[in-house]
């Protein structure tokens, strides 16, 4: 892992700890091997003048559900430091009482929620701290044997804490376990199951310990665990820098399912929506590793163990669909059935069931297919599963792919505050809040400009994705937000149609709207005046290319939800 930090960069901000903490949480946020969307958290402490002049001493930790990639100064929560060391001294209180608490702990309230994780922070006696679920160590520790192998590698470098789910329990756990503990002693605290901290008197050397530390475990990896990779079955090569083909943001790599493999993706997204009630994206990954996992002969019995950390939960749940490619539709139901039992099996009467659709699939021959709402929540679940499928391997190289029993993934997944993070987090694709096209996926031709422009822009303010198709080569400027696409396209050559098509389903998981607005509106003539390749011209784009682009669609419309044809005449 290697260590960013810049010294010119950071010396700019040596006056200033919180544009110190914005510059070295951002180096951590970019590396998605050490935290992913919103996971993770950091934090700095010193001393301010409040209104009244006097000097308190204050706690910037991370807003709950902040990204550290991304972060900023307002970002950041201040806290009295003396209120949140007084709360962690409380016997027991819950999780939503410590969150209300932190709350009135705040020094500004116009800050985000603190971080679950505030009081961590606040009973660590370092002025930096970073926190990280680092896939290499958070691997190691999923294993039968992960606490000895945490010890092998590290010695008496970390603090070691068993697994409790984050909230006042963890902070509990820590305090009890911290009482007879010179913390001078340690560079870090691993928290079995979850993550790993760094802490220090200095930013840079926080920082620092965090790479060098996870860098051991990576090491430790690199030397004794494996994972395969293949390449998808049944996928055809296509040179890249092909004209109608986007880049592909999933795999990034330049393998494409054929027409029967998307159909089934079709098939396979419908399915999902029905058990979820709602319409959803389903993005394909059909990269090497998500490939070479899938083909494992063991993988339904891996794969459903549970989560990398628990953060995970409430994105991913605590395991995938395994599909059977005999029987989708069975599997799928299946998935949604054995949900329900372990529901059942945990809940203590106090808790609604969630919907029973999965987040993600197994396709055993394909890759991994990740489901969501809107693109926002399908890419996260498509990166934590990347992630996932490489940790489960590594782990199950090194011992065995061990993670949390079911009780505690049903308390990570049910936890009040990981739910109320998620409805909060839940990016709406427009301010009034109006998605009735939510998780639909249209397609628009003529969609530069005018009429089919108007329709691609309000079909996206509706929640839809939107693939627009246009002769102008800039279609793909003009369709450019996440969940939009402009691809450049003549739409009377058929293989140029299809090929669009075909992108369009690989991309999202289907086709639910077809908008076929292309066409000429030639000068008016007369019957008698009209030449032979006005007439034909007019005929090809306005008779045949719809005809033709139909009947590329009509297969996945077939697939579609409450699927819709609007015709522009
Ligand atoms: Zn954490």
Not at 57 to 80: D, H, M, Q
Not at 282 to 296: D, M, R, T, V, Y
Not at 322 to 340: I, Q, T
Not at 362 to 387: C, L, M, Y
């Amino acid at each position: 892992m290697k260590n960013l930090w810049d010294p010119k960069e950071a010396s700019q901000f040596e006056e200033n700890s919180l544009q110190m903490r914005v510059y070295s949480s951002r180096l951590l946020g970019n590396n998605s091997d050490l935290v992913l969307h919103g996971g993770g958290n950091t934090s700095v402490k010193f001393q301010e003048l409040n209104l009244f002049g006097e000097e308190e001493e204050i706690l910037y930790v991370k807003g709950s559900g902040c990204n550290l990639a991304t972060i900023e100064k307002y970002s950041f929560t201040p806290l009295r430091l003396k209120t949140l060391r007084k709360l962690a001294e409380m016997e027991n209180i819950s999780d939503v009482e410590m969150v209300r608490q932190q709350q009135m702990a705040m020094t500004n309230p116009d800050a985000p929620s603190p971080s679950v994780e505030a009081l961590l922070h606040a009973i660590i006696p370092f002025k930096w701290i970073d926190h990280t679920h680092a896939d290499a160590v958070v691997t190691i520790t999923n294993t039968p044997r992960g606490k000895e192998l945490i010890q092998e590698i590290y010695g008496e470098r970390l603090f070691i804490i068993p697994y409790v789910m984050p909230g006042f329990k963890l902070v509990r756990k820590v305090h009890e376990m911290a009482r007879n503990v010179d913390w001078n002693q340690y560079e870090g605290m691993v928290l079995l199951n979850h993550g790993i901290f760094s802490f220090s008197e200095s930013a840079l050397e926080s920082y620092t310990r965090m790479i060098d530390l996870v860098s051991l475990a990576e090491k430790y990896l690199g030397k004794n665990a494996t994972f395969s990779s293949t390449f998808p079955q049944d996928s055809v090569h296509v040179e890249t820098g092909a004209k109608t083909v986007a880049p592909d943001t999933v795999s990034g790599k330049a393998f494409f399912p054929e027409h029967p493999t998307l159909q089934t993706l079709a098939r396979i997204r419908r399915k999902v929506s029905e058990i979820r009630g709602a319409a959803m994206l389903a993005q394909l990954n059909n990269g090497p590793e998500a490939c070479g996992f899938a083909n494992l002969p063991n993988v339904k019995e891996i794969a459903t163990r549970g989560t990398i950390t628990s953060d995970h939960l409430i994105r991913t749940k605590p395991g995938p669909a395994v599909l059977d490619p005999e029987n989708l539709e069975k599997s799928l139901e299946n998935f949604a059935s054995g949900y329900k039992a372990y529901f059942e099996r945990q809940t203590n009467g106090k808790q609604t069931c969630l919907d029973c659709a999965p987040r993600w699939g197994v396709w055993p021959g394909k890759g991994t297919v990740a489901f969501g709402r809107n693109i926002t929540e399908s890419r996260i679940v498509t990166d934590i599963v990347q992630h996932t499928v490489k940790a489960i391997q590594l782990a199950e190289s090194i011992g065995g792919w061990n993670p949390v029993t079911e009780d505690h993934l049903f308390e990570g997944e049910y936890m009040e505050l990981q739910q109320k993070k998620l409805s909060n987090n839940s990016l709406l694709p427009n301010e009034n809040g109006s998605v009735e096209f939510e998780g639909k996926i249209a397609l628009v031709s003529g969609a530069a400009s005018g009429i089919g422009l108007a329709c691609a822009r309000e079909l996206f303010e509706q929640g839809a994705v939107v693939v627009g198709l246009d002769l102008n080569p800039d279609i793909s400027n003009i369709l450019s937000e996440p969940g939009m696409l402009g691809i450049e396209c003549d739409v009377t050559d058929q293989k140029a149609v299809s090929e669009a098509v075909a992108v369009t389903v690989r991309k999202f998981g289907g086709l639910d709207v077809l908008v076929l607005n292309a066409g000429t509106f030639p000068v008016g003539q007369t019957i008698e005046e009209m030449d032979e390749q006005t007439w034909s011209k007019s005929l090809a784009i306005n008779l045949t290319a719809p005809q033709q682009l139909l009947q590329s669609c009509v297969p996945f419309l077939k697939e579609g939800i409450d699927p819709a044809l609007i015709f522009m005449a």
